[in-house]
């Protein structure tokens, strides 16, 4: 251990010379000083434990001596000496803190145990202000390392160095990897359009400047503390900068707040080089979740295409099987009607009813062979809007039967898709078809076409899609429905009122143009088809 | 001009062909032969040509497509008019049958009204050419 230092202040020699001996005998470490400057002078270049001072002295009064002392080293210990004792001195000696008041002439004995008591005093003293310090300084560093957003993390930091080390002002500032600019991300105390415009150039590297740094920090009134990364990919290189400055109490930085902040200054980089990782990490999961949503969402539009081009190509196959029995039993049961039971009421219900269930089976293949259609396009140029009215036009004399307003939001100018014109107009019938199914007795429905409509990524080139919306003010759809509504066959109508197929078809369609179909809809008040296609050059 | 036109129907479904001679001969106006068999049919059609063709599109040796074009290439047969009637229905069917010069594409179940209309549409037509 260090040997304990002493500084013994006393414009009468002799009484130097006596404490030095014993002093010296008593193993510390003693230096001696005539007047008030001197003693200040070698109480810069060293930092002493004990101060023993003379109060009456020419040139510098005792208590100035101690009070300046004390500012740069507050754990230094003192005791005073003096032959004429006032009680302003003695409760000026206690205001600074001294730890005894001795008068002269004194027992030397009674000195040195004064001493030793005084000592032992301050180590454990300064034992506790250091505990307590590295205590705060480690839940300091502690929440430093908590904080993964860079904003807050960058406060934290200079709120933890201007706490340590007790100043007002202060700023963090960060080097641009790109620019090789300092930009200030967190700032104390200072002007904010100072900060704003805060972007030094940095000429020189400034890694150099940061090995300097320590030396130059050290002794002047400011701070500049550099934050070195410590991470293997860049070990060594300068992040930026932590600047300290203005104490609260206008005294300069001790060593010990100095060393702290360093410490601090490290524990920074290391959080700042995390929460950069971090956020890296963060932003490239939110990229990997993203591309995994997409993923399962074209995955299910695929299958579900799949499995209506399997339903086209299977309708495809076995239509003509069921239609060829259909054409026998059409027959037979007409020539039943004609012949054999000529004007029986009862027969002619008969085959009435026999001659629906003929035409139910037959929309059934109808509907089923669309879906092969649906896989066989003949694209070409075709107004969106002439389009929409044409197959309004079919269901037109239907909605005015039921009540039903027929209502049209179009833009202006002419909107343009690539399609298969027979094919898509389909699409519109099915949702007009079913809206009106909606609204037996009166209702809306509300056509729109709208171009601002959000744009899709296809292959990392941007394609402008034009949205198409059929509103109607219907039933709506129940919420356990409506993740059915596109599956084949899936009906809430009566028999012979519904095949299940139009909505199938009408995905399967938009799926082979490119597009998109999607439902809104709430129980009695209506549901909303939204059609996305790509919309032509 | 005759009284009863005289239809040929040419359909592998024997049971088709049945109801559909009894249905349309009720009606007094025509007179329907069928051919279950294509060869055969072609054969009646050159034999004692027609007024008017109803031809099955998938049928077993040849199809209906092959045999429209025998029939429209051969002058005995050239100008009997022939609609379709069949359970086959797709747009490259029907193409190669329009391009042979079909009269019409009518696709099963297909109730005995509208083949009589057809029947009357086409003979009228095929009439007001002839006069
Ligand atoms: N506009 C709508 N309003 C309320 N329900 C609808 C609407 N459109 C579709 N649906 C529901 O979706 C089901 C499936 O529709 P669709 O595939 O067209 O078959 P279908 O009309 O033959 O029943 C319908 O039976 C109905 O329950
Ligand atoms: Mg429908």
Same mark, same amino acid.
């Given at each position: 251990?260090d040997?304990?230092?002493?500084?013994?202040?006393?414009?009468?020699?002799?009484i130097?010379?006596?404490?030095?001996?014993?002093?010296?005998?008593?193993?510390?470490?003693v230096?001696?000083?005539e007047?008030?400057?001197?003693?200040?002078?070698?109480?810069?270049?060293?930092?002493?434990?004990?101060?023993?001072?003379?109060?009456?002295?020419?040139?510098?009064? $005792?208590?100035?001596?101690?009070?300046e002392?004390?500012?740069?080293?507050?754990?230094?210990?003192?005791?005073?000496l003096?032959?004429?004792?006032?009680?302003?001195?003695?409760?000026?000696?206690v205001?600074?803190?001294?730890?005894?008041?001795?008068?002269?002439?004194?027992?030397?004995?009674?000195?040195?145990?004064?001493?030793?008591?005084?000592?032992?005093?301050?180590?454990?003293?300064?034992?506790?202000?250091?505990?307590?310090?590295?205590?705060?300084?480690?839940?300091i560093?502690?929440?430093?390392?908590?904080?993964?957003?860079?904003?807050?993390?960058?406060?934290?930091?200079?709120?933890?160095?201007?706490?340590?080390?007790?100043?007002?002002? $202060?700023?963090?500032?960060?080097?641009?990897?790109?620019?090789?600019?300092?930009?200030?991300k967190?700032?104390?105390?200072?002007?904010?359009?100072?900060?704003?415009?805060?972007?030094?150039?940095?000429?020189?590297?400034?890694?150099?400047?940061?090995?300097?740094?320590?030396?130059?920090?050290?002794?002047?009134?400011t701070?500049?503390?550099?934050?070195?990364?410590?991470?293997?990919?860049?070990?060594?290189?300068?992040?930026?900068?932590l600047?300290?400055?203005?104490?609260? @109490?206008?005294?300069?930085?001790?060593?010990?707040?100095?060393?702290?902040v360093?410490?601090?200054?490290?524990?920074?980089?290391? /959080?700042?080089?995390?929460?950069?990782?971090?956020?890296?990490?963060?932003?490239?999961?939110?990229?990997?979740?993203?591309?995994? /949503?997409?993923?399962?969402?074209?995955?299910?539009?695929?299958?579900?295409?799949?499995?209506?081009?399997?339903?086209?190509?299977?309708?495809?196959?076995?239509?003509?099987?069921?239609?060829?029995?259909?054409?026998?039993?059409?027959? *037979?049961?007409?020539?039943?009607?004609?012949?054999?039971?000529?004007?029986?009421?009862? @027969?002619?219900?008969?085959?009435?009813?026999?001659?629906?269930?003929?035409?139910?089976?037959n929309?059934?293949?109808?509907?089923?062979?669309?879906?092969?259609?649906?896989?066989?396009?003949?694209?070409?140029?075709?107004?969106?809007g002439?389009?929409?009215?044409?197959?309004?036009?079919?269901?037109?004399?239907?909605?005015?039967?039921?009540?039903?307003?027929?209502?049209?939001n179009?833009?202006?100018?002419?909107?343009?898709?690539?399609?298969?014109?027979?094919?898509?107009?389909?699409?519109?019938?099915?949702l007009?078809?079913?809206?009106?199914?909606?609204?037996?007795?009166?209702?809306?429905?509300?056509?729109?076409i709208?171009?601002?409509?959000?744009?899709?990524?296809?292959?990392g080139?941007?394609?402008?899609?034009?949205?198409?919306?059929?509103?109607?003010?219907?039933?709506?759809?129940?919420?356990?429905?409506?993740?059915?509504?596109?599956?084949?066959?899936?009906?809430?109508?009566?028999?012979?009122?519904?095949?299940?197929?139009?909505?199938?078809?009408?995905?399967?369609?938009?799926?082979?143009?490119? $597009?998109?179909?999607?439902?809104?809809?709430?129980?009695?008040? $209506?549901?909303?088809?939204?059609?996305?296609?790509?919309?032509?050059? | 001009?005759?009284?009863?036109?005289?239809?040929?129907?040419?359909?592998?479904?024997?049971?088709?062909?049945?109801?559909?001679?009894?249905?349309?001969?009720?009606?007094?106006?025509?007179?329907?032969?069928?051919?279950?068999?294509?060869?055969? *049919?072609?054969?009646?059609?050159?034999?004692?040509?027609?007024?008017?063709?109803?031809?099955?599109?998938?049928m077993?040796?040849?199809?209906?497509?092959?045999i429209?074009?025998?029939?429209?290439?051969?002058?005995?047969?050239?100008s009997?008019?022939?609609?379709?009637?069949?359970a086959?229905?797709?747009?490259?069917t029907?193409?190669? /049958?329009?391009?042979?010069?079909?009269?019409?594409?009518?696709?099963?179940?297909?109730?005995?009204?509208?083949?009589e209309?057809?029947?009357?549409?086409?003979?009228?037509?095929? *009439?007001?050419?002839r006069?």
């Amino acid at each position: 251990m260090d040997k304990q230092k002493i500084l013994v202040v006393d414009d009468e020699a002799i009484i130097r010379q006596l404490l030095t001996r014993s002093l010296l005998k008593e193993g510390y470490e003693v230096e001696t000083a005539e007047d008030g400057n001197i003693a200040l002078e070698k109480a810069k270049k060293t930092s002493f434990n004990l101060l023993i001072t003379d109060l009456k002295m020419p040139k510098k009064d $005792g208590m100035e001596v101690l009070k300046e002392v004390k500012r740069t080293n507050p754990y230094v210990e003192l005791i005073i000496l003096t032959g004429y004792p006032t009680i302003e001195t003695a409760v000026e000696a206690v205001r600074i803190g001294a730890f005894d008041f001795i008068c002269k002439p004194f027992d030397v004995q009674a000195m040195l145990t004064t001493i030793k008591q005084c000592l032992e005093k301050q180590k454990y003293q300064i034992k506790h202000i250091e505990l307590s310090e590295l205590m705060t300084f480690a839940e300091i560093t502690r929440l430093i390392t908590s904080v993964f957003e860079l904003e807050p993390l960058f406060n934290r930091i200079l709120d933890s160095a201007l706490s340590i080390t007790k100043a007002k002002r $202060g700023s963090l500032m960060l080097i641009d990897p790109k620019t090789r600019a300092l930009n200030v991300k967190a700032a104390r105390g200072l002007d904010k359009n100072i900060i704003r415009n805060t972007e030094i150039n940095l000429n020189e590297d400034i890694s150099d400047k940061a090995v300097q740094g320590k030396e130059q920090a050290l002794t002047s009134s400011t701070l500049n503390i550099p934050l070195v990364s410590i991470s293997s990919r860049s070990k060594g290189n300068a992040l930026g900068m932590l600047n300290i400055s203005d104490k609260v @109490s206008e005294e300069s930085f001790t060593e010990r707040e100095k060393t702290l902040v360093f410490v601090l200054a490290g524990q920074a980089a290391v /959080a700042i080089e995390n929460a950069g990782l971090y956020l890296q990490l963060q932003e490239n999961i939110d990229g990997l979740r993203k591309v995994i /949503a997409q993923l399962n969402d074209t995955q299910n539009q695929l299958i579900q295409t799949e499995k209506l081009a399997a339903v086209g190509h299977l309708a495809f196959g076995i239509a003509h099987e069921i239609r060829n029995p259909l054409g026998i039993i059409l027959g *037979g049961v007409e020539l039943l009607n004609n012949t054999l039971c000529k004007n029986d009421n009862a @027969s002619d219900e008969v085959v009435g009813k026999i001659k629906n269930s003929i035409d139910r089976a037959n929309n059934i293949i109808v509907d089923l062979l669309k879906f092969s259609r649906a896989s066989k396009l003949e694209l070409k140029l075709v107004d969106l809007g002439k389009l929409l009215d044409e197959a309004a036009a079919l269901v037109a004399s239907r909605a005015r039967l039921s009540n039903v307003e027929i209502e049209k939001n179009f833009p202006k100018e002419n909107v343009r898709v690539n399609a298969d014109e027979t094919v898509l107009r389909q699409v519109f019938f099915n949702l007009y078809t079913n809206a009106l199914d909606a609204m037996p007795k009166e209702g809306r429905l509300k056509l729109s076409i709208s171009l601002n409509g959000k744009n899709k990524e296809n292959n990392g080139k941007k394609e402008n899609f034009v949205t198409v919306e059929v509103a109607d003010t219907g039933k709506g759809i129940r919420e356990e429905e409506l993740s059915n509504i596109f599956n084949p066959f899936f009906t809430t109508k009566e028999p012979g009122k519904g095949t299940g197929l139009g909505l199938s078809i009408a995905h399967l369609i938009l799926e082979r143009h490119n $597009g998109r179909i999607d439902v809104k809809s709430k129980v009695n008040e $209506g549901t909303t088809f939204v059609v996305k296609l790509p919309q032509a050059a | 001009m005759r009284n009863r036109r005289k239809i040929l129907l040419i359909d592998d479904e024997e049971d088709f062909c049945f109801f559909i001679k009894q249905n349309l001969e009720h009606s007094a106006k025509v007179l329907v032969d069928y051919a279950a068999n294509p060869d055969r *049919g072609i054969a009646m059609a050159r034999k004692d040509p027609p007024d008017l063709i109803f031809l099955d599109v998938m049928m077993p040796g040849k199809d209906g497509i092959k045999i429209i074009e025998i029939l429209k290439k051969d002058k005995k047969t050239m100008s009997i008019p022939i609609v379709m009637l069949t359970a086959v229905e797709d747009d490259a069917t029907k193409l190669k /049958a329009a391009r042979y010069y079909c009269e019409d594409y009518l696709v099963k179940p297909v109730s005995r009204q509208r083949l009589e209309d057809k029947i009357d549409e086409v003979l009228n037509r095929q *009439g007001q050419i002839r006069a």
